[in-house]
């Protein structure tokens, strides 16, 4: 192979190896952003008020988790509370002698439980599929890995071969 052809193919290689490198950093940010995402829900869930410290990629995802779940949440509690209510479970929980404001107090602690277990629900179920994306995540990472390897290897391959063709593509002028 000529020289020209080979420096052609180093500078075709060496700009493959910079896309890939892109390639890579962009893939290890959306991992260090969603994995951000995946601690804050962890943590309790997503509020409005520690939304603000989400990366910018998954803002909007976290936007978006706080307003489902909490529609969710509120639509679960009022359709279990109102199973109790029809099938008379709240009349077994009250005692005889509950007056009107402690049977409002035991509704509003069942409600708050009803709540509080929806909203778990659903962040276990947000937890699943993050751990999906990082699973892709990964993935796409390790094949670009195994990409630059090959790129860095055929570069290095190159490297030699223009090495030893160099001496020989020197002009010799009647020497």
Request: proline share 2%; with cysteine.
């Amino acid at each position: 192979m000529g020289t020209s052809v080979l420096l052609q193919r180093k500078l075709s290689l060496i700009s493959r190896k910079h896309d890939i490198e892109f390639k890579l950093m962009q893939c290890t940010d959306d991992l260090l952003d969603h994995q951000a995402y995946a601690t804050a829900i962890s943590e309790g869930g997503v509020s409005t008020s520690n939304l603000m410290g989400l990366p910018n990629s998954v803002f909007g995802r976290g936007l978006q988790y706080v307003q489902a779940s909490n529609m969710y949440a509120n639509a679960n509690t009022q359709e279990k509370f109102a199973q109790l209510q029809a099938c008379g479970g709240l009349n077994s929980l009250y005692s005889a002698g509950m007056t009107p404001e402690q049977q409002m107090q035991m509704q509003q602690q069942i409600i708050q439980t009803l709540h509080a277990q929806a909203l778990e629900a659903f962040r276990k179920q947000e937890t699943l599929l993050l751990h999906q994306k990082e699973k892709q995540i990964e993935h796409k990472k390790a094949g670009l890995e195994t990409q630059l390897a090959q790129v860095e290897a055929e570069l290095q391959s190159v490297d030699k071969r223009l090495s030893q063709e160099a001496p020989n593509s020197v002009p010799k002028f009647g020497v």
